[in-house]
């Protein structure tokens, strides 16, 4: 099962707590297209002539796209590999891009499932994190998507934000419901450096991330979720009806992919590589033939904590088998040592020979990872 990821780089504008790179300048946008497709020819063994099971289009902001891009993107992916007949094709698309022309594009080039950046159905929320668009946009953008066949649909939603009470955070988990979306992604607002966010909360000028807040919104959500039948198969992600997002369970699974595009990861099994971020450099770079990347091949101590940090988050939890026959037993043995005092305060608990974090230790869950990694 392999899998490319493509970066768009470019947004309408900076939401105030993103961290992706991207830039709000589109001047560059054909250059990069053209220095894409370079990219994709170039790695055309990355994956060992392996078929496409996933294509996903994800950024920044991939409804910017025109319809020659895509076009032009989609013949060389073609051109270079295989493409499987059912292979799940993402694009991330934001509210105010999506039209009657833009859907019928989309689904005239094969893209078979949307994820649309909603995070909230609140003005006042929206405003908070600097998106575009306004709630009835996001209402009317799934309405539409859905009029046009897109079943296979994610939303984005953000819990957490300061603006966001407890009555508007379930009133936003209904409306998704009520809207029938058969996959949601939903993730705690977290303060990254170097975003405006962090610059405002340290000038005070917004109230800072409630960490009670977001623990009673992550509860509610568990909560309302389990009544409506979603399951939760990774932290942040929930769906009904088998509807997994393929491209990233195949992440979690540690399966092969190729990323293309400024600041793209890959992943071959042996070594991870990561593009440089920034626009110029990467269209620059291309046009002499030549990618600008950065590689490091993964040590098995690094294999082991990558394991872990993605295994525990899903609901297929860590194999300790797997861990047994991969790292040997000195790490299986680490292992079960290390877990015993998380066992005991009802974080964690083993069932048929694997390791799952309890609800309760979800909400730690990147803390409970850190202390199993071996460094
Ligand atoms: S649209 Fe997405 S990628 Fe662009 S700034 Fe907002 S959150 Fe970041």
Known sequence: MAGIYLHIPFCKQACHYCDFHFSTSHKMKDDFVHALIEEIKIQRDYLNGEPLHTIY???????????????????????????SSNAEITLEANPDDINAIKLNDFKALGINRLSIGVQSFFDEDLKFMNR??????????????????????????????????????????????????????????????KTALANFIRKGKVANVDEQRSSEHFEMMLHAMNDKGYEQYEISNFCKQNRYSRHNTAYWMKEKYLGVGPSAHSYNGISRQWNVSNNAKYIQSLATGTIPFELETLSANQQFNEYIMTALRTKWGVDLAKIQDEFGLACSNYLLNQITEFIGRGLMFLADDHLYLTNQGKLLADDITSELFII
């Not at 009835?136 to 994610?154: P, S, V, Y």
């Not at 953000?158 to 407890?166: A, E, F, R, V």
């Open 132 to 193: 575009v668009h306004d709630a009835n946009m996001a209402i009317d953008c799934i309405k539409k998507a859905q009029d046009f066949g897109f079943e296979n649909l994610t939303i984005d939603l953000i819990y957490g934000t300061p603006t966001l009470s407890n009555l508007h955070w379930s009133r936003n988990l209904e409306m998704a419901f009520n809207m029938d979306i058969p996959h949601l992604s939903c993730y705690c607002l977290t303060v990254e450096q």
């Open 57 to 83: 289009f994800g950024g920044g902001t991939p409804s910017l796209l025109s319809k020659e891009n895509l076009v032009t993107i989609f013949e060389t992916i073609h051109a270079v590999f295989k493409v």
